[in-house]
């Protein structure tokens, strides 16, 4: 069916923003060249943006992008001027070429859905021409359907995990059938004696019904053997079919970072016009790639530390020019990969970190360390705490303590890392390390009391036996010796908040690393490695910062993998605070109080009751206020969980008549569909030591606060990230 012309003008502009982007990125990258090297090279730069602003012009004329058109005109007279020598490269004449090619950019947007549905990211362009000819076709697929395909690959890579899983239950069900010829003929040799003894004609009916079972089971035997021996071959020839496919996928979704960083150019020119400063970019990338998803969360990433880097980092032209260097600021942008990770350097020539001035703000805001000891990764802890800065006033660029924290936020989510390298007077430089990939990873899977969770192997550095007598203490934290220096012991249980099987006089220890920190986690067994195809959890899960996403089992089963940086930062903050010996020595576990219930809902009091018996508790309900007074005098309680609005006598006067009572200490916990902050102050003021709201009831962490308040709680290992 033809097209209609709605149709094709729409596949024309399509195509048009395609083409635009690719050429603008382009000239964009010889106008850095232009403005950043030697006068030697000022022809060839010329005429490569000459080249790339001809072939934009005579497209956008094409297809009737006249706006376009007219801005990458103007941009060609000054490159003309700037080739024939009319145009300084340097001041307003450098501005004004910068200036124009934002021209250009801006003209571009106002079509911004068509641009972003048009131009997928260079990354996902592949060759179809020869090799080696000169002009190369591309085929340009939406990110959309790559990551579709991608997803789909996973199902594959599940899928035979599932078979392989088959395929040993095939072979343990031929080893049993096996063993059940063997017992039948086993009741054959038997019933031989019986031969003399039953009748005739019974006994040729047994020897017929046992005679008629051996070919059956004989047969199922052998098919049962055929099948296992074929299988291992074809699943390696779909493992190796699934690697390739996967591969090939996983190439689609990687993206250059060259253009990536050269469109931070943007952003340094519109700081340093801001601020009064010149600043000329330099971007060294080679051939690095990284996965789309992984490139767009670090746009923001980036886009901070560029700004950074020209608000705190370069001087303005007069205190360069009085410290001997030249009046523009030199911002560079690295980039390259090493096996399955990426990193980029963002570095620049400016006065480096005031460390005076850091530590003074950080002093204001209560910082209490020693500031003699304060190294670079001490440094970068204190400028990434949030609300952090050392700008006196809010503007535009800085000021709200809001740049290094969001980068921080989103390094950990990606399971990646920062390092700040800064010599005074000389420059700083950032280092952030994130994964080429943030899908399909081998993982080590983890057992805590009855749940199983996956550790990146990328994280893990040996797995050791942790014994009582194995541990010692430094600074108040218990600790394990770990190639002869002493690493902080945490037990996993306490991290996450989970029970663990405790009471073992050994127990198994992983030794993970983040950078230059190191943590033994305390599991209770380390059941092997596995490949991890990791999807998001989903926005139920968003509140959970420790758990990085899901990955699916064989058995149908969701494996939630952990986020190291954050279980490091929740250990560098006191959290699994407690006696280290309680891991690893038997210890008497406190009897479970009696709870009283207290609420005129039935529904309510049957839940409360079930799920606190189920928890070992002893329970007694009560409908109101003055039901629970009579049970009180009758016996005691270690805990009081009661509604706030009942009749005759409500929860605020409960609590108020317990804390009038023979036993003040006991503590109350209000459960109420009321959260508002009327009811919660009315709650503090009378004494409640906790609060709950009915619609966020979550079975297990009403538990844990139940323990917390009634003492019974799991004991923790001490433990801070060394």
């Known amino acids: 069916?033809?097209?209609?012309?709605?149709?094709?003008?729409?596949?024309?502009?399509?195509?048009?923003?395609?083409?635009?982007?690719?050429?603008?990125?382009?000239?964009?990258?010889?106008?850095?060249?232009?403005?950043?090297?030697?006068?030697?090279?000022?022809?060839?730069?010329?005429?490569?943006?000459?080249?790339?602003?001809?072939?934009?012009?005579?497209?956008?004329?094409?297809?009737r992008h006249e706006e376009v058109a007219r801005a990458t005109h103007a941009l060609e007279d000054l490159v003309h001027g700037v080739q024939a020598g009319r145009v300084a490269l340097e001041g307003q004449g450098l501005e004004g070429l910068f200036s124009g090619l934002e021209g250009v950019y801006e003209a571009l947007e106002p079509e911004p859905a068509e641009t972003d549905a048009a131009a997928p990211a260079p990354g996902l362009a592949f060759a179809a021409g020869?090799?080696?000819?000169?002009?190369?076709?591309?085929?340009?697929?939406?990110?959309?359907?790559?990551?579709?395909l991608h997803a789909r690959v996973g199902e594959l890579v599940l899928g035979r995990l599932r078979q392989e899983a088959l395929a040993r239950r095939l072979v343990e069900a031929r080893d049993q059938l096996g063993e059940a010829m063997d017992r039948w003929r086993e009741l054959g040799a038997r019933l031989e004696p019986c031969k003399r003894t039953l009748p005739r004609a019974q006994w040729a009916g047994l020897k017929a019904a046992r005679d008629a079972c051996a070919p059956a089971m004989r047969g199922a035997w052998q098919a049962l053997s055929a099948?296992?021996?074929?299988?291992?071959?074809?699943?390696?020839?779909?493992?190796?079919?699934?690697?390739?496919?996967?591969?090939?996928?996983?190439?689609?979704?990687?993206?250059?970072?060259?253009?990536?960083?050269?469109?931070?150019?943007?952003?340094?020119?519109?700081?340093?016009?801001?601020?009064?400063?010149?600043?000329?970019?330099?971007?060294?990338?080679?051939?690095?790639?990284?996965?789309?998803?992984?490139?767009?969360?670090?746009?923001?990433?980036?886009?901070?530390?560029?700004?950074?880097?020209?608000?705190?980092g370069v001087e303005t032209p007069e205190r360069r020019r009085a410290a001997g260097k030249p009046e523009v600021g030199t911002l560079t942008l690295e980039a390259y990969c090493e096996g399955a990770r990426a990193f980029v350097r963002v570095a620049d020539d400016g006065a480096g970190v005031d460390v005076e001035r850091v530590v003074r703000r950080a002093r204001e805001a209560g910082w209490s360390g020693e500031a003699g000891a304060l190294d670079a990764e001490g440094l970068l802890a204190l400028l990434s705490l949030p609300g952090f800065s050392t700008r006196d006033e809010v503007d535009a660029l800085s000021g709200r303590g809001v740049g290094l924290d969001v980068v921080m936020s989103t390094l950990r989510e990606l399971e990646g890392s920062l390092r700040l390298d800064h010599t005074p007077g000389q420059g700083t430089a950032f280092l952030l390390e994130v994964p080429v990939s943030t899908s399909?990873?081998?993982?080590?899977v983890v057992r805590v009391g009855e749940d199983c969770f996956g550790v990146l192997l990328q994280h893990v550095e040996r797995v050791l036996r942790v014994g009582a007598s194995d541990v010692g203490s430094l600074e108040g934290h218990a600790t394990v010796r770990v190639g002869g220096e002493p690493v902080s012991l945490v037990a996993l249980s306490a991290l996450l908040g989970l029970g663990g099987d405790e009471g073992s006089l050994r127990r198994t220890g992983v030794v993970v690393r983040q950078g230059r920190q190191r943590l033994v986690l305390l599991v209770d067994d380390v059941p092997g490695e596995e490949r991890l195809f990791i999807k998001p959890l989903g926005p139920a899960f968003a509140g959970a910062p420790l758990v990085l996403g899901g990955a699916p089992r064989p058995d149908g089963s969701v494996l939630p993998v952990l986020q190291l940086p954050a279980l490091f930062a929740r250990a560098a903050q006191g959290a699994g605070e407690g006696s280290v010996s309680a891991c690893l020595v038997p210890r008497a576990v406190p009897e479970p109080c009696a709870v009283l219930v207290v609420d005129d809902s039935p529904t309510l009091r049957t839940l409360l009751r079930n799920v606190l018996r189920a928890a070992g508790f002893p329970v007694v309900v009560a409908h109101d206020g003055l039901a629970a007074i009579e049970a009180w005098r009758r016996q005691e309680f270690g805990l009081v969980v009661t509604d706030l609005e009942m009749p005759r006598l409500d929860g605020v006067e409960l609590c108020r008549f317990v804390r009038r009572s023979e036993r003040p200490r006991t503590p109350v916990l209000l459960i109420t569909s009321q959260g508002g902050p009327e009811e919660r102050r009315r709650a503090r003021d009378v004494g409640v030591d906790a609060y709950v709201v009915k619609g966020e009831f979550e079975q297990a962490s009403f538990l844990g606060l139940v323990r917390k308040l009634t003492n019974t709680g799991e004991h923790r290992v001490e433990a801070a990230v060394g």
Do not use: W, Y
């Open 227 to 312: 099948v296992a021996r074929e299988a291992p071959a074809l699943l390696a020839h779909e493992a190796g079919v699934d690697a390739a496919l996967e591969e090939g996928i996983r190439e689609l979704r990687l993206m250059p970072l060259q253009p990536f960083l050269e469109e931070s150019a943007r952003g340094a020119r519109e700081a340093a016009r801001a601020c009064g400063k010149e600043v000329r970019l330099e971007v060294r990338a080679g051939g690095a790639e990284v996965d789309r998803v992984v490139l767009m969360r670090l746009r923001e990433v980036l886009l901070h530390l560029v700004r950074n880097a020209v608000v705190h």
């Open 130 to 148: 020869a090799p080696g000819s000169e002009a190369e076709e591309f085929l340009r697929v939406p990110p959309a359907r790559v990551d579709a």
């Open 1 to 63: 069916m033809p097209r209609s012309t709605e149709e094709l003008d729409q596949a024309i502009r399509m195509a048009f923003a395609a083409e635009a982007r690719d050429l603008l990125r382009q000239v964009e990258r010889a106008l850095h060249g232009l403005a950043g090297g030697d006068a030697s090279e000022r022809e060839s730069r010329c005429r490569d943006m000459l080249r790339g602003l001809h072939t934009l012009k005579g497209a956008a004329a094409a297809s």
């Open 440 to 444: 399909t990873h081998r993982g080590l």
